[in-house]
């Protein structure tokens, strides 16, 4: 049930990368480090996917507050370690910090979660009623 489901994600994934890599010479000339975008897609790739089996098996609980707690839960593991990673990132990299590609990354966050939301609805939706 989750594997088929998961590869909207993983194709979004490899086609965000393949873009980072392919044009990169682009992205450099705009002022964005194409490993910041890499790194960065990849690091929201991986929590995306623990999120989604966070919540996943809160569908499939019976009692609605596991559900909810579930929910809950995945949501905050991922802002939370985004925000740390983002944290971070800006203290290492302070003057050289790449904006561009920061701000980038923030946006693959909401194209990520509302990718999961998307998958895990329709996960709702196909879930016999109990």
Known sequence: MGRNKLSPLLLLFIILNTLFIVF??????WGIDSQVLIIGNLFLFAITFISF?????????????AFMRSINGSIMVKMFLTIIAAGIYIAIY???LNK??????MGLYLVY??????????????????
């Open 24 to 29: 990169r010479k682009r992205w450099e000339a």
């Open 53 to 65: 089996l966070i919540a996943k098996k809160g569908l499939q609980a019976k009692n609605p507050h």
């Open 94 to 96: 302070k003057k050289e």
């Open 100 to 105: 561009g590609g920061l701000f980038i990354c």
């Open 113 to 130: 979660t509302f990718l999961e939301v998307s998958l895990l609805t329709r996960m709702l939706r196909q879930k016999p009623n109990e």
